[in-house]
């Protein structure tokens, strides 16, 4: 019961950051580097201002923090016609000095002993099972971004961006400006993550600044497990597809979690599992592809022998 209540706890707040990812890899179609970076700035923001007494603000500056990193990655790309994924390293390489800075120049910041979002929260309901009333927290704010997400991208705005992922060209001939919707895509996108960084931060009681190393590859096995497990409906709509990476997030930690209690692989190859689970699940279409190759060029063989036997006879 513990493996799977922190599970969810642990899914609910990482998912968004998959849905923030879902919006550069699925819908921007551009590879988006920053992930890294802006994980880590969203937490030592969050962490900073928890300090002075503001978990709250100290969530909303987060979100915030990400936004200005996005868009600075989109600048990069858009104006001065940097590659994505240059793009992508050159933010996150300078936002480690800006974390730095963030956190006074320390390596961590602990929030032990003070009052932040889930301390609060378990303090306003003193006879609630702790692990529920946070599990019901990261549920409300995983369910508020993913219904402003779904809201933002049926306005105008979203459908543009929508459209810029699809045919650059296109957006184009209808004179809308394509880097403009770009750079908010992206900025848009690692606010997400922030905010996923953010709400990380108070949940485990502190900020570190090696806590983003490998966020990207987390967000992408979330993405990509939840539309293995939802074929075909992550594809429909983007409100089936970024339903499908909240569900992938929490079924990616899961995963993690039983491989982790299993003792197969020892707790320092977390990364090295999340990079196999990710290749696995992006190499599913090309072993399909193949298979049905191999049964295609079997049926013509088995067929080509039949129509020689009917000749002969």
Known sequence: MTLLVGSLHLGLIYALMALG??????????????????????????ASFAVMGMPGCGILA?????????????LLQTLLGIHPILSGILTMSGLYSVNLYVLGARSNVSLLGTMHLFTKATAFFPHVNKDIVRLVVALAL?????????????THLGLCIRAAGDNDDMVRASSINVNIVRVIAIALSNSCVAFSGAVAAQYQGYADIGSGGGMMVVGLASVI????????????????????????SVIYRLIIALALKSNIFPAYALKLVSALIVAAALSLPAVKAR????????????????????GLS
């Open 21 to 46: 990812i879902t919006i550069t890899f699925r819908i921007l179609n551009t590879p988006d580097l920053t992930t890294d970076g802006s994980f880590t700035l969203g937490m030592a923001v969050s």
């Open 62 to 74: 987060g979100i915030l923090a990400g936004g200005a990193a996005g868009t600075v990655t989109g």
């Open 142 to 154: 995983c369910m508020a971004c993913l219904a402003v997400l779904i809201w933002f991208f049926r």
């Open 225 to 248: 497990i939840g539309e293995v497990f939802f074929v075909g409906l992550s594809r429909r709509s983007v409100t089936a597809g970024f339903a499908a990476a909240v569900c992938g």
């Open 291 to 310: 298979i049905q190759l191999a049964r295609n060029r079997s049926r013509h063989k088995l067929l080509a022998r039949e129509s020689k036997k009917g």
